[in-house]
């Protein structure tokens, strides 16, 4: 089956492992990959990297992903399958157009909605939303 320009679709579904040691960006990637600790901290390590050129220069480049790779000592596929769940989860983007990575802010839509329900459904309020 021949599949168009870009990156082939892929589910937008991921477990996060929910817990209240969750106190620290290591924590917080490391609730994202529990199944690696390595990739936690390489997903951390790519994030940092977005998170500096989306200051400096916009976003991060795609072409870039050769320089990180050495400079991770990955390969290629644990890159771009980090960056994958890293975008299923919300927490970067892809802009075709411009050709870069960016930060993204669709990590709390996803987890905004689960507040809600719960204090639907209690009789407790989030501190964060008073």
């Known amino acids: 089956m021949p599949r168009g320009k870009g990156f ?3 589910s937008s579904k991921h477990t ?3 817990s209240s040691e969750i106190k620290s ?5 490391q609730a994202i990959f529990w199944k690696s600790s390595s990739d936690a901290y390489t997903a951390l390590e790519i994030f940092n990297i977005i998170k500096a050129n989306e200051e400096k220069i916009g976003g991060l480049p795609g072409k870039e992903w050769k320089h990180i790779c050495e400079s991770l000592r990955i390969k290629p596929t644990k890159f771009y399958s980090i960056l994958r769940t890293l975008e ?3 927490i970067v983007r892809r802009e075709p157009e411009l050709r870069v990575w960016k930060i993204s802010g669709k990590f709390l839509s996803f987890v905004e909605p689960l507040i809600v329900v ?5 009789k407790y309020k989030s501190v964060l939303r008073r």
């Open 8 to 10: 082939p679709k892929f």
């Open 16 to 18: 996060l492992m929910l």
């Open 25 to 29: 960006p290591e924590a917080f990637f």
């Open 88 to 90: 299923s989860c919300g």
């Open 118 to 122: 719960y204090e639907e459904m209690s």
